[in-house]
Every structure is written in structure tokens, then in C-alpha cells.
């Protein structure tokens, strides 16, 4: 079964406006992690943001916020007042456990999402 | 500058002919891996090192090598690469929670 699933293969948002790509998981291990990472068409992975299965309040970043919803197992990315620069791939990610001997992180397939002028 | 380098970044060979793809992080991390990306199949690990001399197998291990003899270096090794191993390889180091990546290298197996 799919640990990670972006139900958005492409999106398109104006540039100014606010966009929100979707994450949803599945694991029963009580500690997690959710990370957010951004590919651009260069091709390197750009860690944005993260989230960790206790912290009490959603994660920021700049113009980035994880809106994290636990009951619902999502983990979707907010990002504010787009960018041309935003336009890339983006991908959820998570690492089961507390880290030590798991930091493994599995990843979705990804979103891509490209900024309109 | 912390970072994570790959060498090379771009590489064309042939079928059975062996190859090492570098890696390297300047920012004392124990802990190493290897991933392939593929369209339509996201990231999958292939090697992880937790320090020097400990490895061990990711989810798609088979056709590669790696060897961990000092905390920096990660090298991935094909010792007969095939066409299916077309790929776009990733090295990242952690130091949690993040995982930094390296720049990527795009191989071609003809």
C-alpha cells in the first residue's frame, strides 16, 4: 500500500496567489516525520519544511506552512503568495520512527506545480 | 559552505562497463544514503551507511555496491551497470531532521 500519496499530479496557480498541494500517509508507528521538498526543473531536492508527528503547532517556513491535520493523516503544503521562482516539482516525504537507525524517507510521487504570471 | 557533491553529474556509458559515482558532505554526518529517482516512481532508496563501515540495503539494492571507509565519502558503485539502471541517483546526508541532497547525477546505460 502507498505510504504517501499526492493526489495532484499538476496544479496552476496565478502569481501572488496562495496554492495548497496535498499529502496524505499511512503508518501506525506513533512517531513520524513529514517533510516537504521542492525540485526544480535543475533537478536538486530542496528541503522546504517539516514536521514531526508531536509537534503541537502546524510548521512555517517563510511563505511555506504545513498544514498538518493528524486524524485525517495529511500533511498538506500552503504556500503563500507564489512565485515565478515557485514552479518545480514539489514532494511529501516521511520517516517512520524517532530517526536514529530508520531515517529512511519514503516519498510520494510528487506535484507539479507551475506559477502563471 | 555545507553541502553534498556529486561526481560526475552527468554521465552517458555502456552496458557492463564499471562505474563509480562520488559523493562527498563536508558537514560531519554519520549518516549516508543513495536513491534513484524514476518517473512514475518517486524516490526509492538504494544503499544507507549509519557510519563508517556500516551499510546496508535500501528497498532496490541489486546491481549496485557501496563502501563507507571514511565519515565523508559514499561512493556508489555499478560493477555492470544495464540499461534499467537509466536513472537520475541521489546522495543525501542527514542530520535530522533534514536530508541534504547532493546536485544529482543523471547516468545513461546504453
Known amino acids: 500500500a502507498q505510504k504517501i500519496t499526492q493526489t495532484q499530479p499538476g496544479m496552476f496557480v496565478q502569481e501572488k496567489e496562495a496554492v495548497t498541494l496535498d499529502c496524505t500517509y499511512d503508518?501506525?508507528?506513533?512517531?513520524?516525520?513529514l517533510f516537504w521538498y521542492k525540485q526544480p526543473s535543475s533537478g536538486e531536492m530542496i528541503f522546504l519544511i517539516y514536521?514531526?508527528?508531536?509537534d503541537q503547532q502546524n510548521a512555517t517556513e517563510g511563505r511555506y506552512s504545513l498544514n498538518f491535520q493528524k486524524a485525517r493523516k495529511s500533511a498538506n503544503l500552503v504556500i503563500s503568495a507564489s512565485q515565478l521562482g515557485d514552479s518545480a516539482m514539489y514532494f511529501c516525504?516521511?520517516?517512520?520512527?524517532?530517526?536514529?537507525?530508520?531515517?529512511?524517507?519514503?516519498w510520494g510521487l510528487g506535484t507539479s506545480l507551475a506559477v502563471n504570471p | 559552505e555545507a553541502q553534498v557533491t556529486q561526481n560526475p553529474r552527468y554521465l552517458i556509458t555502456v552496458t557492463g562497463k564499471k562505474l563509480t559515482v562520488t559523493c562527498s558532505q563536508n558537514?560531519?554526518?554519520?549518516?549516508m544514503s543513495w536513491y534513484r529517482q524514476d518517473p512514475g516512481l518517486g524516490l526509492r532508496q538504494i544503499y544507507y551507511?549509519?557510519?563508517?563501515?556500516?551499510?546496508d540495503k535500501g528497498d532496490v539494492p541489486e546491481g549496485y555496491k557501496v563502501s563507507r571507509k571514511e565519515k565523508r565519502n559514499f561512493p556508489l558503485i555499478l560493477e555492470s551497470p544495464s540499461p534499467n539502471q537509466t536513472s537520475l541517483y541521489f546522495c543525501?546526508?542527514?542530520?535530522?531532521?533534514?536530508?541534504?541532497f547532493g546536485p544529482g547525477t543523471r547516468l545513461t546505460v546504453l
Open positions: 516525504a516521511m520517516r517512520e520512527g524517532r530517526g536514529g537507525n530508520n531515517r529512511k524517507l519514503i
Open positions: 558537514m560531519n554526518h554519520e549518516y
Open positions: 551507511s549509519m557510519n563508517v563501515e556500516v551499510t
Open positions: 543525501a546526508s542527514s542530520l535530522p531532521p533534514e536530508q541534504f
Open positions: 503508518t501506525s508507528d506513533p512517531s513520524y516525520g
Open positions: 514536521q514531526g508527528s508531536y
